[in-house]
């Protein structure tokens, strides 16, 4: 991963963000769920998708945020919810196997309750 360096002269990691759309739902609090889970030295990518609104009650409310189970590769969903809207990132990771996307999964979940 490479560093850019920001305006006060201090170095940042490139993010990790991608895909046609950086768009998170949650507002700041989503940014800093994403945050966090992208530190994690196993996500290479997160990957917004498609935000879903079910209904037409509050838009606001209590944001969660769950890892999700992985595919054969070892590959991660996060799926946020915020009031009435869903949102599912994937989070691509460097890992080849179900078995250790299944470890990563568990670290990243811990990581969502201790914060």
């Not at 507002?27 to 030295?41: A, D, M, Q, T, Y």
């Not at 196997?97 to 670290?107: A, D, L, N, P, V």
């Amino acid at each position: 991963m490479t560093d850019t360096i920001n305006a006060n002269g201090i170095n940042k990691p490139k993010s990790k963000l991608g895909g046609s759309h950086t768009t998170i739902i949650g507002g700041r609090n989503g940014k800093k769920i994403v945050s966090l889970l992208s530190r994690h030295p196993d996500i290479k990518k997160i990957i917004p998708s498609v935000i879903t609104v079910k209904g037409k009650g509050n838009s606001g409310g209590m944001l969660t945020a769950k890892v999700q189970r992985p595919d054969d590769r070892g590959n991660l969903r996060l799926l946020l919810s915020h009031g009435t809207s869903f949102q599912e990132l994937r989070l691509v990771t460097t890992v080849g196997s179900f078995t250790e996307g299944e470890r990563i999964m568990k670290e990243l979940n811990l990581l969502l309750l201790d914060d």
